[in-house]
Structures are given as structure tokens and as C-alpha cells.
């Protein structure tokens, strides 16, 4: 049973960098982390969970929604398996909770990553991100 833990979250000012981990465990030898649709998830007290954006496998694409694209990079190390979420110039409307997930095949089919959310087999349990003004 695969397993995902984040880690990374904390307190930052308005224009400052955090980096998310995501690290993954339990997986069957012969697979590896590329081989999975991985996502980056946020949700705010009060609001609905939000993509941030995703990897497709093999790593040759990756998708970012709007209010991330330019400042949030997603990146994986197979050989450490973990992926990562490099955030630069935040800001405060990036508070929020944040989730990484996977599935071996839900992105496959090029469906809208927000419609993907829902979709995802596996889960972390999120890490805090609070940026302040």
C-alpha cells in the first residue's frame, strides 16, 4: 500500500520561497514514482480544495493551474521518491493546507485536473503553508 507524507509547511512573508516534500513508501518493487499521476493540492479554511497542479508519468508534462503558473514549480526524484512543489513569490492567498496525491492511472486519460482531484487513490495528510502580508 503506497503512502504519501508531505513535509515542508511552516510561516512565510508575502514574497518569500517554501519547498513541499512529498515523500512515498510502501511501493511494490517494481514500480517506480514516475510510473504515477502525482498531484499538489490546497484547501483553505472555508473554501473548497484546489489544484494546484500535477505530473504526468514519465515526467515530460506537468500542469499548473492559473494562480500558480510562473511562481510554482513541480519537480520528482525517482530515486529518492519524492516529488516536490517549489513555491516562489508567495503570496497570502496561498495559505492554505497543502496535499500531495497519486494514482497509477487517472491522468492518463488527459481529463482536466480539476476534475482529476476527486479521482486520486492515495493521499497525504497534508502540511500548513501560511504566508503573511
Known amino acids: 500500500q503506497v503512502q504519501l507524507a508531505e513535509s515542508g509547511g511552516g510561516s512565510v512573508q508575502a514574497g518569500g520561497s517554501l519547498r513541499l516534500s512529498c515523500a512515498a513508501s510502501?511501493?511494490?518493487?517494481?514500480?517506480?514514482?514516475?510510473?504515477?499521476?502525482m498531484g499538489w493540492f490546497r484547501q483553505a479554511p472555508g473554501k473548497e480544495r484546489e489544484v494546484v497542479g500535477g505530473i504526468y508519468p514519465g515526467d515530460a508534462m506537468t500542469y499548473y493551474d492559473d494562480s500558480v503558473k510562473g511562481r510554482f514549480t513541480i519537480t520528482r526524484d525517482n530515486a529518492k521518491k519524492t516529488l516536490y512543489l517549489q513555491m516562489n513569490s508567495l503570496n497570502v492567498d496561498d495559505t492554505a493546507m497543502y496535499y500531495c496525491?497519486?494514482?497509477?492511472?487517472?491522468?492518463?486519460?488527459?481529463?482536466?485536473?480539476?476534475?482529476?482531484?476527486?479521482?486520486?487513490?492515495?493521499w497525504g495528510q497534508g502540511t500548513q503553508v501560511t504566508v503573511s502580508s
Open positions: 496525491a497519486a494514482d497509477r492511472v487517472n491522468c492518463l486519460d488527459g481529463r482536466d485536473w480539476h476534475i482529476l482531484a476527486d479521482t486520486f487513490s492515495v
Open positions: 510502501g511501493m511494490i518493487a517494481s514500480a517506480t514514482l514516475s510510473s504515477y499521476c
